[in-house]
């Protein structure tokens, strides 16, 4: 009985041990916007016209990719949403990103976006961004989105091509 007693207390000293080990190193925490200045939210919000009911991929999402896009080695950020502003932070190092959507201007033809790649398209080894937008349904009347980034010396330019309708 003392033995049981003995290896119970062994037992309960190393969870205990364990569990206060996990509390001291977590491998993730929450940054919150204002640190790190990406302040995406992909916000929808049914209507009788607009629901689970009438669009059954009404909860799937947007989308985000992640790849250097102006070439500095850092990886940065792209996000679609599905009713409100697709956005572009660049990433300035130390967890800071810039809100670069509006001097991108490539976002001016809103649709119902769900969804992103980064990818070379022309091979120049650059990225390229790739939206997918919902086509010819209800209301929606999207159209894929290429985007191809072409950089001079020190500014980068961007350049939208509307392709076929929207998946
Ligand atoms: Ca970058
Ligand atoms: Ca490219």
Same mark, same amino acid.
């Given at each position: 009985?003392?033995?049981?007693?003995?290896?119970?207390?062994?037992?309960?000293?190393?969870?205990?041990?364990?569990?206060?080990?996990?509390?001291?190193?977590?491998?993730?925490?929450?940054?919150?916007?204002?640190?790190?200045?990406?302040?995406?939210? @992909?916000?929808?919000?049914?209507?009788?016209?607009?629901?689970?009911?009438?669009?059954?991929?009404?909860? @799937?999402?947007?989308?985000?990719?992640?790849?250097?896009? @102006?070439?500095?080695?850092?990886?940065?950020?792209?996000?679609?949403?599905?009713?409100?502003?697709?956005?572009?932070?660049?990433?300035?190092?130390?967890? +800071?990103?810039?809100?670069?959507?509006?001097?991108?201007?490539?976002?001016?033809?809103?649709?119902?976006?769900?969804?992103?790649?980064?990818?070379?398209?022309?091979?120049?080894?650059?990225?390229?961004?790739?939206?997918?937008?919902?086509?010819?349904?209800? +209301?929606? +009347?999207?159209?894929?989105?290429?985007?191809?980034?072409?950089?001079? +010396?020190?500014?980068?330019?961007?350049?939208?091509?509307?392709?076929?309708?929207?998946?």
């Amino acid at each position: 009985m003392i033995r049981l007693r003995y290896l119970c207390s062994i037992v309960s000293a190393l969870l205990f041990v364990q569990c206060q080990q996990a509390k001291e190193k977590p491998l993730f925490r929450v940054v919150s916007a204002e640190e790190t200045g990406v302040d995406f939210e @992909n916000t929808i919000s049914p209507t009788p016209e607009l629901n689970i009911f009438t669009y059954m991929y009404f909860y @799937n999402g947007g989308g985000v990719g992640a790849g250097d896009l @102006n070439g500095d080695g850092r990886p940065d950020l792209v996000f679609t949403s599905n009713l409100g502003e697709n956005k572009v932070y660049l990433n300035e190092g130390n967890w +800071k990103f810039r809100d670069v959507t509006k001097e991108s201007g490539f976002f001016s033809d809103q649709g119902w976006s769900n969804g992103v790649s980064l990818v070379d398209v022309n091979q120049d080894g650059k990225l390229d961004i790739y939206i997918s937008q919902v086509g010819d349904f209800l +209301k929606f +009347k999207g159209h894929n989105l290429l985007i191809v980034i072409v950089t001079g +010396k020190q500014t980068a330019r961007w350049r939208g091509i509307t392709t076929g309708n929207g998946s």
